[in-house]
């Protein structure tokens, strides 16, 4: 096991009527920015019930963000947290929202140059943020107990992460779910399926408990999907879910053993070069990951083979290729196409992406490395 | 699964060396009182280590903290903390001399009355204890980051839990525990194993995540068990024994599911009773509580069987019973006897111990507040 330090500081408030206690979580009398997206949660009922829950504070309102929050709308919400002296910010949305809120925050307390250069210069994250909670309606990304905003700058088409700060509370109410498009379910199952990979699958350094703990996610994961995407919604279902997805990226099962992220990074240009959804770039990629990595990944991808999918026959790399399409239909089975073709993105795209990565300096990626632009391709190249 | 709230403050340090992190740790200039037992840290370097890693503070120190701390000396470190105005402690020891300090932490800001009135009348905690760290050198009772503390009355023979605050930070080095007696190291497996089954044995309520990591945790700890108890130490053994026993108790797998219980309080009242060491008394006491409650425990004891001890043949009543024969099996060859006669313990102890939790009110113990004087000695009487 590797050496780590860990500290996750959020308070979940998890369960059914859980956004009552938002009154008791932000500060009274506070000065209340509440951020969102699309509108959807004028329609299931969610911004009334979070509005019923803050009284006494001075509250406004920021919407609009987009999936993949782009940069130049989050900067104009940090300029009404700075004009109107906003003093607590509320995101309620998905993963998009959260992450959104996370940069205005630090953007609205950025007071040399642009933000924008925490993610391209590596600039400190201001010290005091603007302190933020969440109302999480999408259970998928784990932005509401990690630190990570990944934002979008529509005018460069750059799609990057960084740490920035950690919400205060996160309310997880799972009947909040019930109203999400069939499609959004089946992308939050694959994300926090990848984001498991990325922390399990690289090579083994003797922490079985970690090892276990990750396989609990697939396995549960797996387990829950048929009835987490059912419909009519089904409360215990979208609550095994939703503990899912926030448990696969709150930082616990990457301690003390190596990560890989490449995933990440070949889908996050993926999406900012075709708007592709998030889930639908990891779906395309991690199969090639896994079949292009399989040296480095061999120890960790049959252990995966045998306690995840049960394969305990033929020879290793024979195993290895039944997990690598074990995955596949996994991903298809709930619903998330994982070929080029299904979305009809041009096979030229694999060579721009590697090339991407290869511009901002990404030319080691993965636990060992050694992923640069070749092998970019080669991962890509399975999936078309 | 049950709704849940859910926040751990306690900032770990995890893996050879870390106690060099102390000194980022504890405030600067800070005037700090060493908390720590019998003095075997001065013998394995351990005393030395802290020491050279807090320049610049003021340091006191406090020792002789007993095992199952008692009430009179704490109060005395109590004194100390008020009288030399000292704002930073500094736990280093096993989980008697961490809940000796969660107390001393409150004490010392108690203002009206005794401070073990929260013991038995529940009076709150002080808001602001005084803030404390500790150094962790005997991985079992999950202390280093639970607010817990367990404590014994020597005047009156009463050992009772409450939960007090968290530590700031735990630094976990599992090179420390080298020099600890087989016997605490068989003590500290067998009290996180039952720390797990406290949490996981009850009745289903549709968690199945929390239901697998805590199988992890049992697992793990069954795998690792024979390395951990080597000579000379196994580092890789002895860190997955240190992060299980930390997981066991850090209250993540209790979230959204019911606990028991009823096993630590019979066992604390055997141990304020008789001085038997606490994991003895869990050993003693777990396969009773098992056999007496099978009906409760019913769907549980036969995933727990099937999952953990692969036991798969027989009728279901075979099941559990070979489950309880395996975990006896388990306590007993870590080391660990598990009958009263092993110990000399007289059979009327169960009586007394029955009487005792009825006379504090205690007689509603376990997930279905169903386990009063009778059950107590039902419990017991597996065991004699």
């Given amino acids: 096991m590797e050496n780590f330090e860990f500290l996750n500081p959020v308070k979940i408030l998890f369960g059914k009527g859980k956004i009552a206690k938002i009154n008791d979580e932000v500060p009274a009398g506070a000065r209340v920015l509440v951020t969102y997206g699309g509108g959807s949660i004028k329609k299931n009922g969610v911004y009334d019930q979070v509005m019923a829950n803050l009284p006494g504070r001075t509250v406004l309102e920021f919407g609009g963000i987009e999936a993949n929050p782009v940069y130049e709308t989050l900067m104009k919400a940090a300029e009404v947290v700075r004009g ?3 003093d607590f910010i509320l995101a309620v949305g998905g993963g998009s929202v959260l992450d959104g809120t996370k940069f205005i925050a630090a953007a609205a307390r950025y007071e040399d140059g642009d933000p924008w250069d925490i993610y391209t210069k590596h600039t ?5 943020t603007v302190p933020f909670g969440t109302v999480l309606t999408l259970p998928a990304t784990g932005s509401e107990m990690n630190p990570v905003a990944v934002i979008t700058r529509a005018s460069t088409k750059e799609k990057l992460p960084s740490a920035i700060a950690y919400a205060k509370f996160s309310v997880i109410d799972p009947e909040v779910t019930y109203s999400l498009p069939t499609r959004q379910v089946s992308n939050g199952i694959v994300d926090a399926f990848a984001h498991v990979l990325e922390q399990y699958l690289t090579y083994p350094v003797n922490a079985p408990l970690q ?4 396989e609990s996610i697939l396995l549960t994961l ?3 999907a048929p009835a987490a995407l059912e419909n009519p919604p089904v409360y215990e279902a979208r609550a095994t879910l939703c503990w899912c997805a926030t448990m696969a990226l709150n930082g616990l099962i990457a301690q003390g053993v190596p990560q890989d992220w490449s995933t990440h990074m070949i889908g996050h240009e993926m999406t900012a070069l075709s708007g592709l959804d998030h889930a639908r770039t990891l779906a395309i990629t991690y199969p090639g990951t896994m079949a292009a990595c399989r040296k480095n990944k061999h120890a960790k991808l049959l252990q995966y083979a045998e306690r995840i999918w049960n394969i305990r026959e033929g020879s290793e790399e024979q195993r290895i290729d039944k997990a690598i399409a074990a995955t596949r239909s996994f991903f298809e089975g709930v619903g998330v196409k994982s070929h080029f073709k299904d979305y009809d993105l041009p096979a030229s795209l694999a060579g721009t992406i590697a090339k991407r990565l290869d511009d901002r300096g ?5 636990e060992r490395h050694d992923i640069g632009p070749k092998e970019v391709e080669e991962i890509l190249s399975y999936s078309m």
Same sequence: chains 1, 2.
Wanted: charged residues 25%.
């Fill in 211 to 214: 090892d276990r703990i990750a």
């Fill in 124 to 128: 400190p994250v201001p010290a005091l």
């Fill in 362 to 366: 990404w030319n080691q990626l993965g």
């Fill in 84 to 86: 109107e002296k906003i």
């Fill in 222 to 224: 797996i387990e829950v």
